[in-house]
């Protein structure tokens, strides 16, 4: 199986940035897509951006986040990035890193098999 482990959370102040961390384990990560989600306190969980099995592949955005937010991987390293500039309030919450064993990223949770555990992301006023 693919085990994901996130990293890069924390606490920033509205309008700075942070870039998310997802390593991924086994030599076969370039054979899934990859996504990021999140779930704010009270909220269900929320499909962030997805990027297909290549570097310079597919990708796909929220709404919410489009323009702000740069999905990347980087298969040598078996690693997946979340690029988060001008960050709201609103962005607070857990992200995870999940994968799915096709080769476009889709938005349904339910879509996906294999999650990590999550890492805070605090965004102040």
Do not use: H
């Amino acid at each position: 199986q693919v085990q994901l482990v996130e990293s890069g959370g924390g606490l920033v102040q509205a309008g700075d940035s942070l870039r998310l961390s997802c390593a991924a384990s086994g030599r076969t990560f370039s054979r899934y897509a990859m996504g990021w989600f999140r779930q704010a306190p009270g909220k269900e969980r929320e499909f962030v951006a997805g990027i297909s099995w290549w570097n310079s592949g597919y990708t796909v955005y929220a709404e919410s986040v489009k323009g702000r937010f740069t999905i990347s991987r980087d298969n040598a390293k078996s690693t997946v990035a979340l690029q988060m500039n001008s960050l709201k309030p609103e962005d607070t919450a857990v992200y995870y890193c999940a994968a799915k064993n096709a080769y476009l990223a889709t938005m349904g949770p339910s879509e996906y098999d294999y999650w990590g555990q999550g890492t805070q992301v605090t965004v102040s006023s």
